[in-house]
Structures are given as structure tokens and as C-alpha cells.
């Protein structure tokens, strides 16, 4: 596919998945359970099972397009002397933390505790927690964390908090790493600038806690749309940010982590002197938020990354003419817009907004669908997507090899 | 409250709230976490936990208030000689459907067979599956548990459907029960008229099936605001699933059920003759969405049943002028609209757009709220948002009393 042509999104699906040579299957098709996966994988009997197989709705990950994303991240990284700090709220996957650790990330990130807890118990080391604890339970917890695991970073974006934290860290008896959470928006994080600095030197005084510098993290940039636009509005959101870092530097402070970007500003944050890595989640699996936000080489379609997760799903009814019903609905796919795409099918228009049901509208389709066969979806936004499954299945050329548990998932506290 | 007089819908959720006594409190609460909690129910620890206590986001169900709906069911029905058949699609929690037949239910419903496996698994007998099995595999299971189970139901609506279920029966040894699926709208269920008739009385004639009626649900008319127009609508739009009901009559074919209808439409489908049963599933909780359809008595707010489920979250940031954040986003509370209910803050606009945040904005607020502080809130749409989580905390007069698992979670196949 040449690159800088102007393809639509649509169109690009059609030919890029991997459903293209294998759309769909007769309602013939096997229909292995959770469970049954579950058993097969344990008794390492999984060959030959195919995708078309499994038991709807199934989340399932490209082995192959999860392996490319994770090099293709290293490679444009390499280049430009940033690290990856992969966010794990994404996948929430001990399996997957590892294989980006692998391939080159220098840590993890987490959203919330009790997911630090879920990849700290699987032997994961590095993780920096993104957001503050700030009620003394978690607190309590995340210096045993700390104790137990030298590497755990977490976030603080209060004065009061940082006393807290401290006071906690030497009840644990360690020295506690922390990072200050600057904030661009008003989402979280304590405002760039002087309140900022000042907590920062407030760290730098208090006897059992370790400044490793700051995070800052803009949530809103990562979905503009056409490249040029983001990297501009993105490097200007980010300029108090970086005033930050450089007066922390100037004041002699510990400044050797500057982390922040994602999917959408992975090789925007890059220009910024002192950044030194990037909290980038989505890359990994890709999304239809993410394709529409165009790409440096291409302003329609975001090609950097791979789409590598999808979600198969059975046709349920077909009485009605240009509409199909299926089995993923909200609980399978989530509300996020845009809406799924049905992979190999250009003029399907999926609305996940019942519970239970998936609706399609189409004028054309590439042939006729009866009830039994199945599609394969592309997730509307893969975070909540993924927080819907307790198990990913991981396929390579439409066969499934592993099944991944999703350990961290509902593990929204 | 006269229950005639035009309230608005926050007035009212100020005064009834259970958090309107108890709004908040400070950031040094306990925060006990999921497998605390769940520890000190197996040892039988729970007195005196108070809900504020809580890790938060936790999912809540106030016990009196979900006593109160189940009982104002039975009330209401009784007087109508209609019985309710609750979807447990909406809690997904065994204990659950056990209150809700020990206080005169018939059955439950089932959206999903590994669903109907859970409940059954947990000793629920009258199991009415109302989506169809279509693949081999859950046609089998679905027989499996016919087998062991003689009061689960399902539901068919294809001929070809009707044949592969009477073969599946015929090689599991058993008659299994079946109702035949009407639409109404576009999204499930064979057309009303001639088409639905003929099922049924396919289903007559293959001698491993025995028919026990028909179920027709319409989605679309649940939510219809003002009750004169959803009363008028929703009889309107079932007038094809009455006709194919007393046509199924005339041809001598057993109607034993007739069932549908749900929170929005329970006191209207009353009056359809030879209804009966509901298929009711969000009165057991309510949320945002069916409180503001209005009921018989009071247009603009629905009042029939009580808003017995809460999430509890924590406020993490407070520096920006009218606005909050909190620790409750997409993956706690789902992206349905209306957006969240703060209890005890008519002046609140709560969005759970961040997966991982809540941000609240305001004008006024009943007191300066500080980090750690702790608010309540009624979800946007039940169904979805508890199938976020593994547990709900079962309170009275803010006490845990009960933790309960969330053991259909998940489970969308």
C-alpha cells in the first residue's frame, strides 16, 4: 500500500485485516467455550483450533501485528533516544508487559493500584503508577509495594500528600520514590509552574521519599486529528510542562524521568529537550479512535501501528432487510464512537448500543449473511474493550497458540 | 413527598439519597479493599464497615431500598394477575435471583447461555433463555442443561433453528422446552404474524421439542419519557405480537407463556389480555436512564421502584476552579447517558468520559470538597455498569452487611 496515497479508512480495513481471506465461517464451526480454551490451553492442546472456532463474543490479539507494533515502537524510538514506558491499563495483561519489557520498554505504567499489585505479583519490576494515592489504605499499600519491590514509582501532586506519603514510607521503613504529576488540562496533577516546583522541593526535603522527577501526561491531545495539527497543539499544550522541568533542573532537583505522550504524540513528545519516555498504551493494539487521527505519512488513516485486536462475533439474525443482529453488544465492545468496524466489510455500520446485541446497518455487502456465521471486529477504543474480558486469545495466520488471562481486569481501584 | 407534584429530578435525588445524611467523609477513612472485604465476609467480620470505609470504586446496593422494589413488584403485580420473570442479565448475581423468586417471581431470564449456566451452577431452577442458540456448540450445551435442568426454557426463532434443536434434544435423551422469539422492531426474534406462527407450529410438530408459548420484547419502548406516551406507544407497537399470540391460540397451540415487557413498560404490558409475564430486570436497582422516563404519577421522575445501586468514589483533585476529579471513569461506571447522579449535589454535572477518572464540574456545591473525600453516585445504566465488577457490597443504613459475587460477570457468550 503506498503511503502517502489517500486511502480512506474503510477502504484500507478491507485489504489490511486479517479477516480479509477468511470473513466468515458456516454457524457449523465448533464454538469452544471460555472455559474450554482455558482447559485446552492447559493441557497444551490448542493446535489447529482457528478463531472462526471459538465460542462469541471472543477477544483475540494477532500474535504477529502485537509483535510488529512492539518492534516497529523500538525501531522509531531508537532513532530518537526516547524509551517506551508501555501504559498497562491498555492490556492489563502480565503476559503482554513482559513481551513489550522484551522488546526494548523500560518499565510500565498502571492507572491504579490494585493493577500495580496484579503485575508486581506476576514478577513484573518497573512500574510507575500514574495516579496519586491519596486515601491512607492506599497509601499503606503502595509502601508495601515499595518495600517489596525497589523499582515501583508512584505519582504525587499534593503538598499534603507528599507528607503523607513520606510519613508512611518511614513507618514502612524504606525511601519511597515519587514523581510529580504535572498536570495539562484540568484533569490531574497540580498545576504547571511555581506549585509544581514548590512540591517537588518539598519531596527533595522530606527524609523518606526519593524525587525521580515528573510526569505529565495530556490526555486531551492524543486524539487530534491530522498530524500537523496535533504535533502543533500538542507541543504548545506542553510548553508549561516543560518550563516546569527545566526550573526543577535549573534548581539543582533530580529531574531524570520526564515522562508523559502516547499512542497519538509517540514521535511529537520526542522534540521536546529532556523528555525521557513515552507512556504510549494503544500502540500495542490499535483502535478505531486511533485510525481516524491520521497519521504523519498519511493525514486519513493512522498506519504506524497495526490493528492486532479484534473481537469475533455471530450473526444472530438476518429477517430484516439491510440489517443484521449479532451477539457483541455494549458489554462486548463498550459505547466509544466511532463504532466498530466489521472487518472485510466496508458498507457495515455497527452500533454496539444495545447490552446484549450488536446492530448492523448496510447497503451493499460482499455476500449473504446467515445466521451462524461470524465477523470480526475492530474494537471502537481498546482500554475498556480489553477491561470486558477475562481471557485474550493470541493467534497467529487465524490460529490460536496462547490464552492470556487478563489479570488485572476490573481492577478499577 | 406528594408524589403528584412536579419535583425535579434532582430535588428529588437530594432529599432521598441515603448519602444525604452522610455525604462524605475525610481522606482518612480505611479503604478497604475487594479481597479485604471479601476476607472478612468469610470470616464473618463485616459489622460495622461502613460503606464510606470502602476502596473505592465500589459498587453498592442499598438492601432495604432492593427489598422495597422486589416487594412493590409482587404488590403491584398481584393486583394485576400478572407474575414478573426478572432478567438477570442486570445483576448477574445468584443471590440476587434467589430474593427475587423467594419474593414471587416465577423465574429468571437469561440474556446469554454461559449465563444460564452460572444461575443453574448455583441452584436457580425456572431459567428462561431469551436470545437463541444458533452455533452447534451452544446448542449442545444448551441441551446439557435442558437435561439436567427440566425447567429451563429457550427461545427459537428459525425454522432451521427449530430442526437443529430437536436434533440436539433427540441425541441428548430429552423433550426440551422452547418459546418462540417475536419481534418487534428490527433487532431479535422471528416477524410477527403468518412467519412466527409457523414456527410455532413447526415447533408442534418435531417431536423432541415441546412449545410452551411465545416472548416478545421491545427494547425501544422501554425508555419512551412520560408515561401516557409510553403507555400509548409500547400497546401500540405490541398489537403484531398479540395478534400472533391469539392466532397461535385459535390453531390450538400451547400458549402457557406470553412474556415481555420490562421496567419502563411493567405497568402497561397489564393490560395486553392473556399476558404473563414480565421480564423486568433494572427495577431490582434503577439508574440514571429510567429515572427520568416518569412514571403514572409523576411525569417527570419514576419513582415506582428506589435507586438502590450506588457507586462510591474518591475525590483525587481539587485545584481547578468548579471543577473535580475522582477515581470513577468509563471502566467504573460506563459511558451511558444520562451521565452519573452525585447524591446530595443537585448542582453537579458528572462525566465518566476518562476510563480511568470521573471529572465533575459545578457552579455550586454544598461544601468544599478536599482530596480523599468520598462521594455516591447512581450509575447511568444499571446492566452494563455491574457487569464491571467482580463484587456488590450489600449495605443497610450505610453498613456492609453483605458482600455478593457479581458471578455471571463477564460472562457475554
Redesign the interface.
Known sequence: MASRSRLSRRNFLVTSGAGAAALCVS????????AEMRARAADDKLTGVSKWEL????LCVDLDKLSQNIATMRTRLGDMKVASRPHA?THKCPTIAKLQLAGGSIGICT??L?EAEVFAANSIGPILMT??N?????IR?AMALRKSNPQFVQAV??A??ARDLNDAAKAAGIVADVVVDV?IG??????AGDQAVAIAQLVDTLPNLKLRGIISYD?GAQHIKGFRKRAEESLKRYEPSLRTFEAMKRSGLNTEIFSGGGTGTYNIMTKIPGFTDLQVGSYIFMDCQYLEIGGEENEDLYTDFAPSLTVMT????N??PN?L?T??G???L???QPGPIVIGEKGFRYSAG????G?IQYDTSSKAYT??DKLELIVP?C??AV????QIYGTRKDRVEVVWPVSA??H??
Do not use: I, W
Open positions: 454457524g457449523n464451526a465448533g464454538g469452544y467455550t471460555s465460542d462469541t463474543p471472543a491499563k492507572a491504579k490494585s495516579t496519586s491519596v486515601t491512607p489504605n492506599k499499600r501532586d499534593y499534603q500528600n498536570a484540568t484533569r490531574s496533577g497540580v498545576p490526555g455471530t450473526v444472530l439474525n429477517y430484516f440489517r443482529t451477539d457483541a455494549q458489554k462486548a463498550t459505547l466509544n444495545s447490552d446484549e446485541f446492530t445466521v451462524g477504543h482500554d475498556p477491561n470486558e474480558y477475562d481486569r476490573g478499577s481501584q
